[in-house]
Structures are given as C-alpha cells and as structure tokens.
C-alpha cells in the first residue's frame, strides 16, 4: 500500500504564492508519476502538473509560467510551488501517486488552496 500526506495549502491574496508538499510513503514503486490534481467546487478533477520519476514534467496550461513542481525521490516527496496565484486557482488539491507499469493510482487526502481577490 501507498499513503500520500499533503500539506501546505491555505488562504493567499491574488498574486501571492504557496507551495504544496506530498509525502509518500509504503510500497513506492521505481517508475511512477508523481501529479498534482485539483477540484473547484462544481468541476471535474483536473491535472495541474506531473512529474516523472525518469525525469520531465508537465503542465495544465493556466498553470505554466506559475507553478513549478519538483521532487525529491531520496524522500519520495513531491513539491508543488505556486506563484502569482489567481483567484481561479482556488480549489482542494491532490497529491496523486501512478504506478506506470499497473496503472494503480493512490491519492491524497486533499489540501485547500483559496485564493482571494
């Protein structure tokens, strides 16, 4: 079994900054994807960055430019920074664990990031 914990998340004005942590721990597979998700109330759950374990990462769109997710995989830990933060960003964000090979998907509890204008 995978555990994620997550931390970090609170209330910013617009134009300020925050940065998530996401903690795995159990059974890590070597060749994962390490994400960032979010859920606004009313919408779906969308990807807002990835991070390879063999290196490269990924991004929504309204994110790029803004956020920068990195990892540490000595800690299995994964960082979510978040700049120039807009009111749009307000969401519950989750730290998301894929094992590459099974396709298994673990999640976070979720952490609350408001954005206020």
């Known amino acids: 079994q995978v555990q994620l914990v997550e931390s970090g998340g609170g209330l910013v004005q617009a134009g300020g900054s925050l940065r998530l942590s996401c903690e795995a721990s159990?059974?890590?597979?070597?060749?994962?994807?390490m994400g960032w998700y979010r859920q606004a109330p009313g919408n779906q759950r969308e990807l807002v960055a990835a991070?390879?374990?063999?290196?490269?990462?990924n991004y929504a769109d309204s994110v790029k430019g803004r956020f920068t997710i990195s990892r540490d995989n000595a800690y299995n830990t994964v960082y979510l920074q978040m700049s120039s933060l807009k009111p749009e960003d307000t969401a519950v964000y989750y730290c998301?664990?894929?094992?590459?090979?099974?396709?298994?998907?673990?999640w976070g509890q979720g952490t609350q990031v408001t954005v206020s204008s």
């Open positions: 998301n664990l894929r094992d590459v090979v099974s396709s298994a998907d673990y």
């Open positions: 159990g059974n890590i597979f070597s060749f994962n994807v």
């Open positions: 991070s390879f374990s063999r290196g490269g990462t």
